[in-house]
């Protein structure tokens, strides 16, 4: 398992910013999973997954935020998404 550091407002109705996802590793999620993806080997973030054939895939935020909307893979640029992990969890290094 990894923890990777939120930053940003993407899946804020799940994780807030600042908070530590935690990451069980594995190289598929189901459908419908919160997974850590990386696309083109930048930074990873975290979406809602899922396949909808051979040919698509869909990363949803889980925003309060309008501003954040699905990214669409389709064909060939399905290739560009790695998925490092499903979220498991999270943990805050806040005091409230």
């Known amino acids: 398992m990894i923890g990777l550091q939120v930053d940003g407002e993407s899946m804020n109705k799940v994780v807030k910013n600042g908070d530590y996802a935690i990451i069980k590793m594995q190289p598929e999620v ?25 040919e698509t895939v869909v990363l949803k935020p889980e925003s309060a935020e309008e501003y954040y909307q699905p990214i669409t893979f389709m064909g060939n640029d399905i290739n560009k998404i790695k998925i490092i992990g499903k979220f498991i969890g999270y943990v805050s290094p806040y005091i409230d």
């Open 30 to 54: 189901e459908n419908g999973q919160i997974a850590a993806v990386m696309i083109e080997n930048e930074d990873a973030m975290l979406k809602r997954f899922y396949r909808l054939d051979d």
